[in-house]
């Protein structure tokens, strides 16, 4: 048995020298240490020798166990050694190669020319005010003077989400203005920025959705002109001094007197173009003196306050802000188009 041993321990050695992989290296492994492995079998048989025979055996298996296990490991190292350099090498970094460049995100343009514009009211002494977007009718029409017969209610022109005209997606944010008047008492000064949902045509200045700045003004011997110098205040800072604006005559239910407001076409500067249909303005907002029944209707004497509000479309600001020609290159979100902002 001793002359087995002293074999097996050759063999086992040579075969482990001369493995190149970590794979075959296990199954040698297995072949002379396993459970079922040559060593073990050889050493099955120990029980046949005498007393004295027993230790003298024992001693060289164990001796020759610790010098095949230690080669065992010594080359599995190695081999793994060599395994690591082999990857290092095929994923070598250049340390001074410069990195790649991540891209930067940045604001939508309607969100730059929202926060100018509120950076301006602020300024001016004006707060913030939400409301929701699904809204009751009597906050949207009823309470803003417009009647059962007005063409606004009609359910061709707005989106309505029942048969009993309770509920509808809110075609102004002049609603805000509504609870607003409610909940608080005058001196009132506000601005509702927020979306707003009509029945429109698609086309280069018209969506059915758009975005909407609501302001709204209540005290004491509040007049036209407060409403005229704010309005040109916040056209001149957000487009400049040279910036022209139009007011001109008009009806709404809700204000009372009432105006458009126009600025002249960024495109053509008044000439005349597709953009501005060839009149040189672009509506940009309605305003006026709030109508008496409104404020009777939110709980304010009308003969004690007096008020102005205006709504202003923010996509159309952004357009002139940014001199874009189309409000549907807003909404597209073609990457080449708002990177330029």
């Keep these: 048995m001793k002359e087995q041993l002293e074999a097996l321990g050759v063999k086992a050695l040579a075969a482990i020298d001369e493995v190149s992989d970590l794979t075959t290296l296990e199954e040698v492994r297995i072949q002379f240490l396993g459970r079922k492995g040559e060593m073990t079998t050889i050493l099955k048989g120990m029980g046949k020798l ?76 004006f707060s913030i005010a939400e409301g929701p977007e699904v809204e009751l009718s009597a906050n949207v029409f009823d309470k803003l003077n417009t009647p059962e017969n007005h063409p606004s209610r009609d359910w061709g022109d707005t989106f309505y989400f029942d048969t009993d005209n309770k509920y509808v997606l809110r075609t102004h944010t002049s609603a805000v203005q509504v609870r607003t008047m409610e909940a608080n008492k005058p001196p009132i000064r506000v601005v509702s920025p927020g979306r707003v949902y009509r029945k429109d045509e698609v086309d280069a200045t018209h969506s059915p959705m758009f975005h909407q700045i609501e302001g709204l003004v209540v005290d004491k011997g509040v007049t036209m002109a407060d409403l005229k110098g704010t309005l040109n205040a916040l056209v001149q800072q957000l487009y400049g001094a040279e910036t022209a604006t139009r007011f001109r005559p008009h009806h709404f239910p809700f204000t009372e007197p009432s105006c458009e407001v126009d600025c002249q076409c960024f495109k053509c500067r008044g000439k005349g173009c597709p953009m501005c249909k060839g009149e040189g303005w672009i509506e940009l907002l309605g305003a006026g003196m709030i109508h008496p029944n409104v404020l009777r209707n939110c709980g ?37 188009f708002l990177a330029q902002f």
């Design 50 to 125: 005498s007393p004295e025979e027993r230790p003298v055996v024992g001693q060289i298996a164990n001796a020759l166990s610790e010098q095949v296990t230690g080669a065992f490991y010594a080359k599995r190292d190695a081999l793994e050694a060599a395994v690591l350099n082999a990857q290092l090498s095929a994923e070598q970094i250049d340390v001074t190669i410069p990195g790649t460049a991540q891209a930067v995100g940045r604001q939508h343009p309607m969100s730059r020319t929202l926060g100018e514009a509120l950076d301006i009211f602020i300024g001016m002494g």
């Design 300 to 336: 304010i004497d009308p003969d004690e306050y007096s008020g102005f509000a205006f709504g202003i479309g923010l996509d159309r600001m952004t357009m002139m802000r940014f001199n874009i020609s189309d409000l549907r290159l807003i909404f597209e979100n073609d990457l080449r």
